[in-house]
């Protein structure tokens, strides 16, 4: 099970962390990658990180303003964003992986004022 947790409102150009915690089971050997899905939109890729390495890989639209990380430790992955635009306003989901992403968190909404 997989718990989003970070979401607020924040003004255009300020930072938000969000949190996704895991319980149940450990997931240092999953993937782990966080989506978003605004309103009348289709869920976007934003960001993920792998379990064997640490690698982590970006969509463009987020590319130096977003940050994942993790803590296998406490079974937590982190996303940082920085610099958020209006545009970045939708509910944020994490999600974990063995080859597909099949566990999913429940979502977390960002708001982003102009």
């Known amino acids: 099970q997989l718990q989003a947790s970070g979401g607020g409102l924040v003004q255009a150009g300020g930072s938000l962390r969000l949190s996704c915690a895991a319980s149940?089971?450990?997931?240092?050997?999953?993937?782990m990658g966080w989506f978003r899905q605004a309103p009348g939109n289709e869920r976007e890729f934003l960001a993920a990180?792998?379990?064997?390495?640490?690698?982590?890989y970006y969509a463009d639209s987020v590319k130096g303003r977003f940050t994942i990380s993790r803590d296998n430790a406490k079974n937590t992955v982190y996303l940082q964003m920085n610099r958020l635009k209006p545009e970045d306003t939708a509910v944020y989901y994490c999600?974990?992986?063995?080859?597909?992403?099949?566990?999913w968190g429940q979502g977390t909404l960002v708001t982003v004022s102009s």
């Open positions: 990180i792998t379990w064997s390495d640490g690698f982590t």
């Open positions: 999600a974990a992986s063995r080859g597909i992403y099949d566990t």
């Open positions: 149940g089971r450990a997931f240092s050997s999953y993937d």
